[in-house]
């Protein structure tokens, strides 16, 4: 407190609960300082030579302001902002997400936006009336500070404004009363904004909804939402369920919701009954009477289709066979949460065709929200570009939800823009790091010091290497085998010691936490830890010392472990191998030296944990995993592969799987109420339907009892002639699994840890923690485990860091599949169309499903779409006839499980996404049939194994 003039104390105590409730009684400290200045240039009250806000118009906004209207404030036009702490407080209370946004505002310099402490300076601090709210007190605390402000505004120049933005009409009064200039939020953007494209940023307060709706989106049909205290006395009467609507993703019109808390049923809520809820939001649902109960269509909309949650026509949709009883019916009554975010989209409106109050349809990425009405000042501005948009509300007469124009992406079609859309879509962080998360980095010189080598066992002398696939700068893994005098192996897994780098509760480990694992998109990489490490001091490269945590075994020339030991090392890689490259040292009969001979040793002790681990259930599952290359220049897709194999793939992936297993145990026995650990339940029986009504199609028997049994079946399913059967159908099993899971091991009982898919009892990630921080996490739990390193954080603590990175994760996997999708819809758009063979693999009523060899995607076949004088669909034989009626006679193509076909593949942009246009190819000349087979036979090998090792 040196060189203040005056310092005022006051304090308070009060009693809280801890979370694990006990209580405590706190006395807090509150300092009064003269010290705290109004930053406004040349204020000759403050005599303080710096200055961050210039003596022009002050922007002071109150709490509702800044949640509400935040993408005004981040418009860059909109500078010179004064937030009150009173105000921060009360945001980051309310809305941590809101309040991170406020502080990225404040730290850019070229916005001025400064926070001040109102609650700490001697001159704006006010106490709270006799029985005024705490709300009310806290307006009058902004209302003292606008007018402290605009005292030391004026003291510069007459021409200073100081303006208070409400949408309080009482906070307006009294700030009006008080002499303070004061505006609502609108108001001021219409008057005073100073780009006409803020009033688009607005977001439609709650009695304004009307001004951004036209007559005909007027509707009768919803029924208004329950308040809170009638929603509480339901869920304690058990007359209402509470739980999170998910939308079907096949049908729009059609949703359900799980109890929470419960093991009942998903309860089915169609059409009407969503009542103005979207996928994601927490709702109370009113079961209705058995009566009332119906059962789900079965009917499947087009991709291309607009979509209205409350009404549309699906007659010509495709139907799945549904011969299910009525099942629990219910209604939304009420809204518990809304899980509204920013979405992506264009606008459906002809611009031409606008009405004079600038009227638009926009219509979100996300397939299960409905259209949503905004207005625009500039509609024309809006035409052609992919745009971000909010929900402000969705009023009961209103057909679509209301909502604003945030900012423009860039042109529709264009692939920087669309991969945007991709990240944005799936919630991907993809900022740049912030100056506080790099200045937890080190020096880019850092070199391993003499001090480190005493706490670390030194591996130099090894020979290790690794293997990974081409064009990878983020290397993880290596490995090393060395043989032991009684004639066992020493086999060592090493991985970069991320920990040593990244410590708890620093800037650089809440940044990693929140992106929680590495994006790996078709045309970039969204690193979760800066490219200093991910790509250098922590990236086992070749020739480079670097820290390791190692999982060493000794092991038996059968494979059987002896010993099992966890140690943090240092090491230096003799080589960073790609999958090919140490292919082609196996194969090569004429390489004998020391690194050969030892993948050797690792490939066959591979082979045999591979063989075993098959015999013990584990399930060998099949994906289309394709890479495309990209042009140097435009960076445009110009080819695409299939993903190939090597024996090297599994060589690295059964020692990694080994590796996790075994850090499962190790963490699980040190701490067992809070190993982070990961399991993969069992998929009910029904998840398998569609898999053994294939398998039954191509007559092959399945067996679903358990996954040993599963695995066995799959592996017998190769009739002759049938080459491809395998390795689709391995695919199709791939779809009935449920996803894997973080977990802590204090939150589920021992039963339940095991994982499905690698029948093991136990199991975890340990082997990718530059990428993924789950991996992280299981490091400081070992490095606790070895006496090295104090647990950062509490038990209790632990389970909400493992749901984060099953989020983190799931929205990766999602936006990785995206990005495929993109690039493989630009490919073909930019090259095509293409002749390409396709197999089906799924019959519908009007269209089938069928997997393109070469390029390993799925599209969509409609028999509407193929030119054909009729179709029919045969139920008991699952087949799709289509009648051609060509120059040389009448042609017939039965498209059935398994069936083979050439078809013409094309793209089109339609509605602001890219659309596969598939065709069947009437005739097929002998030698391109010959090539469909050939093609199918090469597909068989694709990509099979599991995702779990890496």
Not at 520 to 530: A, F, H, K, Q
Not at 663 to 681: D, G, I, M
Request: aromatic share 6%; proline share 4%; net charge negative.
């Amino acid at each position: 407190h040196v060189g203040l003039t005056s310092i005022m104390l006051r304090g308070k105590k009060f009693a809280k609960k801890t979370r694990k409730g006990a209580v405590v009684n706190v006395h807090q400290e509150h300092y009064l300082r003269d010290d705290i200045f109004c930053e406004i240039q040349g204020c000759t009250k403050c005599h303080h030579a710096k200055g961050k806000l210039q003596a022009e118009t002050i922007l002071i906004p109150d709490t509702n302001v800044v949640l509400h209207q935040l993408d005004v404030l981040e418009h860059k036009s909109i500078t010179n902002v004064v937030l009150c702490s009173t105000v921060m407080d009360e945001v980051k209370h309310r809305s941590l997400a809101s309040y991170n946004r406020i502080r990225t505002l404040i730290t850019n310099e070229e916005k001025r936006f400064l926070g001040f402490a109102n609650e700490h300076n001697r001159e704006t601090y006010i106490e709270a009336n006799p029985g005024e709210s705490p709300n009310d007190r806290n307006d009058r605390a902004i209302r003292v500070c606008a007018a402290w402000y605009q005292e030391h505004a004026k003291n510069i120049s007459e021409s200073s404004n100081v303006i208070l933005l409400t949408n309080d009409a009482g906070n307006l009064k009294l700030a009006t009363e008080a002499g303070i200039a004061c505006y609502t939020v609108h108001e001021w953007a219409r008057r005073f904004a100073p780009a006409p494209e803020v009033v688009d940023l607005l977001s439609h307060a709650s009695d304004a909804y009307e001004n951004a709706m036209i007559k005909e989106d007027e509707v009768d049909h919803f029924t208004a939402h329950l308040g809170e205290k009638e929603l509480q006395v339901g869920f304690k009467t058990k007359k209402f369920v509470q739980g999170v609507l998910r939308v079907s993703r096949d049908n729009t019109q059609e949703a359900f919701v799980k109890p929470r808390g419960s093991e009942d049923e998903p309860i089915f809520v169609p059409g009407i009954n969503m009542n103005r809820a979207v996928d994601g939001d927490v709702v109370a649902v009113q079961l209705l009477g058995k009566a009332d109960w119906c059962r789900p269509s079965g009917m499947i909309e087009r991709n291309e289709t607009t979509r209205l949650v409350i009404e549309g026509n699906q007659e010509e949709e495709d139907v799945i066979a549904n011969e299910s009883e009525p099942i629990p019916t219910g209604r939304v009554i009420g809204i518990v949460r809304r899980r509204w975010r920013p979405y992506c989209g264009i606008i459906l409106n002809d611009v031409d065709q606008a009405n004079s109050k600038h009227h638009l349809l926009f219509r979100s990425k996300e397939k299960t929200l409905p259209q949503i009405r905004i207005k625009s000042q500039t509609p024309e501005a809006l035409a052609g570009q992919q745009l971000v948009v909010c929900i402000d509300g969705w009023p009961q007469n209103s057909k679509y939800p209301v909502g604003h124009y945030v900012r423009t992406l860039g042109p529709i079609g264009d692939v920087d823009t669309e991969t945007e859309v991709v990240l944005l879509e799936h919630a991907v962080p993809f900022e740049a790091f912030s100056k506080g998360v790099l200045s937890c980095l080190p020096e880019p010189s850092w070199r391993v010091a003499d001090q480190d080598l005493s706490r670390r066992e030194d591996l130099r002398h090894l020979d290790v290497c690794s293997i990974d696939p081409p064009g990878c700068t983020d290397i993880d893994d290596a490995l090393h085998v060395v043989d032991l005098p009684n004639g066992n192996y020493e086999v060592g897994v090493h991985i970069a010691d991320v920990s040593h780098f990244i410590k708890p509760n620093t800037a650089m480990d809440k940044e990693a936490a929140k992106r929680g694992t590495t994006v790996y998109l078709s045309n970039r990489r969204i690193d979760m830890v800066p490219g200093l490490l991910s790509s250098n001091l922590c990236s086992l490269r070749g020739g480079e010392e670097r820290f390791a945590f190692s999982c060493i075994w000794e092991m038996t020339p059968e494979a059987d472990i002896v010993s099992t030991r966890f140690t943090k090392s240092i090491i230096r890689s003799r080589a960073a191998l790609q999958y090919s490259e140490a292919q082609m040292r196996i194969d090569d009969a004429t390489d004998n030296t020391n690194l050969t001979v030892g993948i050797r040793t690792l490939n066959s002790l591979a082979k045999i944990l591979k063989k075993r681990r098959i015999q013990d259930g584990a399930l060998m599952l099949a994906s289309t995993e394709v890479r495309f290359r990209m042009d140097n220049e435009t960076h445009d897709p110009v080819d695409v592969q299939l993903k190939q194999t090597y024996d090297t793939n599994s060589l690295v992936e059964e020692f990694m799987l080994l590796a996790n297993v075994s850090s499962a145990r190790e963490v699980h026995r040190h701490f067992p109420q809070c190993a982070v650990l990961r399991r993969h339940p069992s998929p009910p029986p029904s998840n398998f339907e569609p898999l053994l009504k294939a398998a039954a199609a191509a007559g092959v028997t399945l067996s679903t009892a358990s996954s040993k049994e599963l695995a066995v079946s799959l592996d017998q399913a190769q009739p002759v002639g049938q080459p491809y059967l395998s390795t689709l159908l391995r695919i199709l099993a791939t779809r009935c699994m449920l996803p894997a899971k973080y977990f802590s091991s204090g939150t589920v009982v021992q039963s339940e840890f095991s994982h499905y898919g690698l029948a093991s009892p136990i199991y975890t990630h340990f082997t990718s923690p530059i990428r993924r921080y789950a991996d992280l996490l299981v490091h400081r739990l070992l490095a606790a485990s070895l006496t090295q390193e104090q647990l950062p954080y509490e038990h209790d603590d632990v389970a909400a860091i493992a749901n984060t990175c099953n989020e983190r994760k799931e929205a990766a996997k999602r936006a990785q599949d995206a990005s495929s999708t993109l690039f493989m819809y630009v490919y073909v758009h930019q090259h095509g169309p293409f002749h390409e063979e396709a197999i089906v693999y799924r019959v519908l009523d009007q269209s089938c499903d069928v997997l393109v060899v070469r390029l390993g995607i799925e599209v969509r076949l409609y028999a509407d779409k193929q030119g054909a004088e009729s179709y029919e669909y045969d139920e008991s034989a699952q087949i799709l006839r289509l009648k051609f009626v060509e120059p040389q006679g009448e042609i017939v193509k039965e498209l059935g499980f398994l069936t083979k076909h050439r078809i013409t593949l094309a793209t089109e942009l339609i509605k602001g996404k890219y659309v596969f246009k598939p065709r069947l190819l009437i005739e097929e000349t002998s030698e391109e049939a010959k090539a469909t087979a050939a093609a199918v036979t090469a597909s068989c090998d694709i990509a099979v194994g599991v995702d779990e090792a890496d």
